[in-house]
């Protein structure tokens, strides 16, 4: 068996996405249509309900703008605010941006990624979590794509406290990225 459907199988195998993060992607793969990744808007977040606390919806326009466009409350959590709404390029560094922008982008364009990132409670417990994107196929009218991210991450004691886990956002422990898919076919407008 070959093409983007296979090949977005076999990089999230070859990312070793475990535990909620292969949950997530199995229903990402069941939802492809036409050998392409499902749209924003036929993806069904709520078949996926009991993730949807650490799931981020994000819109990027190329060399311009990242944004979230939704936050689950594990984020918010996480991060001692809601995240729904922001910028997510001034999160980092102004030397950062730029490539935090193409890494954006480049997802949309047909790539998975997997990042591990630090926690700390604030009483001393630490981890270590597994975040994942996955691209949605369509472009919107004002030439914004979307992506959806999920992290295994999930508050333990005193972490459910807003504000009582550290967390290092510019600075990812382990990160890859494979492209699964020629850009083009990402593109092409459809009914987000």
Known sequence: MTGPH???AAAITAL?????NMDVALHWLSAWRRDRPPT????DIDALWQ????????RVVKDKSLTCV???????????????GRNLLALFPEDKRAGELERAWA????AIT???????????QEGLAQGIALPFTGEDAEGGRHFLMHTNW?????????GNVDVDIQNATDRDMISFMEPARMSQTVNL
């Open 6 to 8: 296979h090949a977005a």
């Open 70 to 84: 939704h936050g689950g409350a594990f984020l918010r959590v996480a991060l001692g605010y809601d995240i729904s």
């Open 107 to 110: 997802i949309c364009e047909g």
């Open 16 to 20: 070793r996405y475990n535990g909620a």
């Open 51 to 58: 993730y949807k606390p650490a799931m981020m919806l994000c």
């Open 154 to 162: 999930r508050p333990v004691g005193s972490d459910w406290i807003m």
């Open 114 to 124: 997997v990042r591990y990132r630090k926690f700390a409670s604030k009483d001393g």
């Open 40 to 43: 924003r808007n036929s993806f």
